[in-house]
């Protein structure tokens, strides 16, 4: 009896040590290697990881905690019924800018002046606004030519087929109000339409003019 559990035993120790060596039945399976593929396709993330964070930083650190972020100005086009949000001190891409201050009849864009963009959020500043609505950006000249054609008030070599002008409004905001804060700031032509309710800025000389 002695022997047989003798026996019985020096073979479960027999068993569990095979169970163990590797390459044999019942194993634990050993983790493969990374292949030369693998290694050179890990290599190639990392090195897009680390170019990807280098344009990010380029673009500056957001707002610290608890700070208040920069006002936005809303543009909105009265035509072609876009927006644009616009932040104070950083002006858009010249090709965003072009495109949503288009002519609305031709649907063609044109060099628009970067300092336009300044005059509507400097008058959206001065009264409070967060939006500024469009009427009047480019003006494509064979635009121009229908227009006067029909009898409307366009001079014929008109700033904003140069791209130097801009027509606009506020909300709530009298346009006897926006005329004379216009006027004030001596940047170019001011033009004041009562009945149409909006104001006319351009870069052109110091002039002023009202139309219906």
Not at 81 to 107: C, Y
């Amino acid at each position: 009896m002695i022997r047989e559990a003798i026996r019985v035993a020096m073979c479960i120790a027999v068993a569990a040590a095979i169970a163990v060596v590797p390459g044999r039945p019942g194993a634990e399976p050993q983790p493969a290697a990374p292949s030369s593929a693998s290694a050179a396709a890990g290599a190639q993330t990392a090195k897009k990881d680390r170019a990807a964070h280098g344009k990010s930083t380029r673009h500056g650190s957001p707002p610290a905690p608890g700070t208040r972020p920069a006002k936005l100005v809303n543009l909105y086009n009265f035509w072609t019924k876009e927006w644009l949000a616009v932040e104070a001190g950083a002006r858009p891409p010249q090709a965003t800018l072009d495109r949503f201050l288009r002519d609305h009849f031709t649907n063609k864009p044109s060099a628009m002046e970067p300092k336009l963009v300044d005059m509507l959020v400097a008058a959206a500043a001065n009264f409070r606004s967060d939006v500024v609505e469009i009427i009047s950006g480019f003006r494509h000249p064979k635009y121009n030519l229908i227009l006067r054609k029909k009898g409307h008030q366009v001079a014929r070599d008109s700033q904003h087929s140069h791209g130097t002008a801009i027509d606009f409004t506020i909300p709530n905001v009298p346009a006897q109000a926006l005329e004379a804060w216009a006027r004030a700031q001596k940047l170019g032509g001011v033009g004041f339409y009562p009945e149409s309710g909006f104001v006319h800025m351009d870069t052109g000389p110091i002039r002023t003019w009202s139309g219906e």
